[in-house]
C-alpha cells in the first residue's frame, strides 16, 4: 500500500504530476536551461564542431576519457563517432590503448570536475605529451579539469558536487542533469558534424556494426 500511495499523483505548482513526470519536468527544464545557456556562449561549441571535424578530415585519433555514468555517455557519443568514420578510443585504466599522438584530440567529460581517477588520467596524458586538442565538458570550468582544455565547455545542472536539500534532490539526483544534458549536447554536436560532412542516415547505418 505504500508504494502505491508514492505513486499517486502529487500537486507540485498548482498541477499534479506523478513522480516520474516531475523528474521529466526538471530534466526538461535543465535543457531548455542548456539551449539558452549554450547558445549565449555558442563560439565555444562552434570551437569544438570545428576541432572534431578536423580530427575526422585528417584522420586524427579521438581519446575519451570519463568515469562512472559519464563514461556511459561519452561511450555513446564513440559510438557515433565511429558512425562517421573516426578512430576511437575509451581511456580507462583498465585497458591497454594506444599511447596519445599529437596529432589526436582528447575529450573530457566530467560534470565535478574533480573527479579522481580523471584528474590522474587526464594528469597522466598531459604530462606524458599535449595532444592537438584538449576538449573539456564540465559544469565546473574553474577545476583542474575545466582548466586544461584548450576549449572548455560549460553544461549547466547539479553534479554529485553539489548539495541540494530541497525536495528535488531525489527526482535527479546526483549528476542525473548534467548527464542528460550532455547526452542530448553530443548528440547534437554529432547532427552538426553529419551535416557538416554531407553525411546521410543511410552513411550512418553502413558504419552500424548491426546493419543489414
Do not use: W
Not at 77 to 95: P, S
Not at 102 to 121: A, E, F, H, P, Y
Not at 164 to 187: C, R, S
Amino acid at each position: 500500500m505504500a508504494d502505491e500511495a508514492k505513486s499517486e499523483p502529487q500537486n507540485v505548482n498548482g498541477k499534479t504530476k506523478r513522480i516520474l513526470f516531475q523528474a521529466m519536468d526538471l530534466i526538461m527544464k535543465n535543457l531548455k536551461e542548456n539551449m539558452e545557456h549554450l547558445d549565449l556562449n555558442f563560439k565555444y561549441t562552434q570551437k569544438f564542431v570545428n576541432i572534431v571535424h578536423d580530427g575526422l578530415i585528417n584522420s586524427r585519433r579521438f581519446f575519451l576519457l570519463a568515469s562512472g555514468r559519464s563514461a556511459f555517455i561519452l561511450q555513446c557519443f564513440a559510438t557515433r563517432l565511429v558512425h562517421l568514420g573516426a578512430e576511437v578510443y575509451m581511456v580507462t585504466n583498465l585497458a591497454s590503448i594506444p599511447a596519445i599522438r599529437k596529432k589526436d584530440i582528447l575529450i573530457v567529460l566530467s560534470g565535478s570536475g574533480t573527479t579522481s581517477i580523471v584528474v590522474s588520467l587526464l594528469k597522466n596524458y598531459v604530462n606524458t605529451i599535449k595532444p592537438h586538442a584538449i576538449v573539456c565538458i564540465t559544469s565546473h570550468p574553474e577545476t583542474m579539469i575545466g582548466r586544461v582544455g584548450d576549449v572548455t565547455i560549460k553544461i549547466l545542472g547539479r553534479t554529485k558536487r553539489e548539495r541540494d536539500d530541497t525536495n528535488h534532490a531525489a527526482l535527479t539526483p546526483e549528476g542525473t542533469q548534467f548527464e542528460a544534458a550532455a547526452f542530448m549536447y553530443l548528440d547534437a554536436i554529432i547532427a552538426e558534424l553529419a551535416i557538416k560532412l554531407g553525411k546521410t542516415n543511410e552513411d550512418l547505418l553502413k558504419q552500424h556494426s548491426n546493419s543489414t
